[in-house]
């Protein structure tokens, strides 16, 4: 469990008050036994940095993100990668989800682990080891799976390795776009695909189609791919090529699951469908670039708009300001190693004084510059009142990168009293 990141604040407050070793941690993490400890970010409970999770937030964009998919009629598998955290999977799932999206075979070993019992692995499964991995959980007959194929080289390989083992591969044909990641590009890519599922004698089953359409720019080639991924899947219920019932249709990331949902939901095969959308951000959502993206989607979707609330950010990162060396800089103990970079920086949004009623807002001319790989940067201005051992809140943006910096994360209340912990499996 520790064998990349040990984040020694959250485990130590965990073990050191039980008087356990780290062996102990898996068994300390009930909610009530948290609540029990009384633990308070504001106090100095836990030893910052440290990321946390904002509970009634979580729960408003779980509900949220459901409430929105029932109303197409959609089911919704989110993509587990983005956490990596089986505490949050059971919430989904207990809150409607049909499977949970992965994207590699140890990521699906980790989750079966904790009882997911349906993973749609959003990649191709390629590699004798991984097949293997895949193979021991598909032996419990409880678990369903779900990979992508894009080549029939990919589907020869699946077919002779699972011949092998006597077992069948659920999969579905990806389709691409020229320029872009995986996936099908054209009709003799496709039938080369389907010869091959065609000579693959029961051990490769052909459950539907599926795309990623964050890899293009524009509503309109978004639009024309989703309407291609419906003619495509159209044509293969015709051709009696689909092997399970309901055939799956899937797609959405995080940036325009609403399009999707919007194409998807007209689809009609002639026969029983799962609409499956995947995004996987909205748990948690953030102040960078799925807001803008969500901020869109508010504006384009009659389904969001009607449903007036938004998502909401959920994940902070809580840090000391360690140094105040210049009138205009102070330094915080918080740099790449704690939190996303790659689409923008921290933003600091609220400031406490151990000791004082309780946080306020950051001035709004605040700001991190830079980051080292335990440093930021903050703009400030003189005479901003600031000093060393104050704390701030930042929000993100990417939580995918900055959930993997973290093996324990706590859940705090509105009081920022730690009422759970929820730990991740990268």
Request: charged letters at 20%; aromatic letters at 8%.
């Amino acid at each position: 469990m520790f064998d990349k990141k040990y984040q020694g604040g959250v485990a130590d407050a965990l073990v050191h008050p039980l008087d356990k070793g780290l062996g102990a941690l898996d068994n300390a993490c009930a909610p009530e036994q948290i609540a029990a400890l009384g633990w308070n970010v504001l106090r100095e409970d836990l030893n910052l940095p440290a990321a946390v999770l904002l509970q009634s937030k979580v729960e408003h964009n779980l509900d949220w993100m459901q409430r929105f998919v029932d109303e197409y009629g959609a089911k919704l598998a989110p993509h587990g990668k983005t956490t990596m955290a089986p505490r949050l999977f059971h919430k989904q799932l207990a809150g409607g989800a049909w499977g949970i999206t992965l994207a590699t075979a140890h990521q699906t070993r980790a989750a079966y682990a904790h009882g997911v019992r349906r993973v749609l692995m959003a990649n191709q499964l390629v590699g004798k080891r991984n097949m293997a991995i895949l193979g021991e959980l598909m032996a419990d007959p409880e678990f369903e799976f779900f990979c992508l194929v894009d080549a029939a080289d990919q589907v020869d390989q699946l077919a002779a390795f699972y011949g092998q083992t006597g077992q069948s591969m659920q999969v579905l044909i990806e389709l691409g776009v020229q320029g872009g990641r995986t996936g099908v590009r054209d009709d003799a890519q496709l039938q080369s695909v389907l010869d091959a599922l065609a000579r693959a004698n029961g051990a490769v089953k052909l459950a539907g189609v599926e795309v990623y359409e964050g890899v293009l720019q524009t509503e309109a080639d978004i639009r024309a791919f989703l309407q291609r991924a419906v003619r495509v899947l159209g044509d293969l219920a015709k051709a009696g090529r689909l092997q399970r019932s309901p055939a799956v249709l899937t797609g959405a990331g995080s940036a325009w699951y609403d399009v999707v949902a919007e194409e998807f939901a007209k689809a009609d095969i002639g026969q029983p469908l799962d609409v499956v959308l995947r995004p996987g951000c909205y748990l948690t959502h953030d102040v960078g670039i799925y807001k803008a993206a969500q901020a869109q989607i508010n504006v384009r979707n009659p389904v969001a708009h009607r449903m007036r609330t938004s998502l909401q950010p959920a994940l902070q990162l809580w840090a000391y300001v360690q140094s105040v060396p210049e009138a205009e800089r102070a330094i915080v103990a918080l740099g790449k190693r704690d939190a996303a970079f790659d689409a923008g920086m921290p933003l600091p949004v609220q400031h406490y004084r151990p000791g004082s009623a309780a946080p306020v807002a950051t001035p709004a001319h605040w700001e991190v510059t830079g980051m080292m790989d335990q440093h930021a940067y903050l703009k400030i201005a003189p005479g901003d009142d600031i000093k060393v051992g104050d704390m701030l809140a930042f929000d993100i943006s990417h939580p995918c990168l900055t959930f993997d910096k973290w093996r324990q994360v706590p859940v705090i209340d509105d009081a920022y009293n730690v009422v759970d912990v929820v730990q991740t499996y990268f």
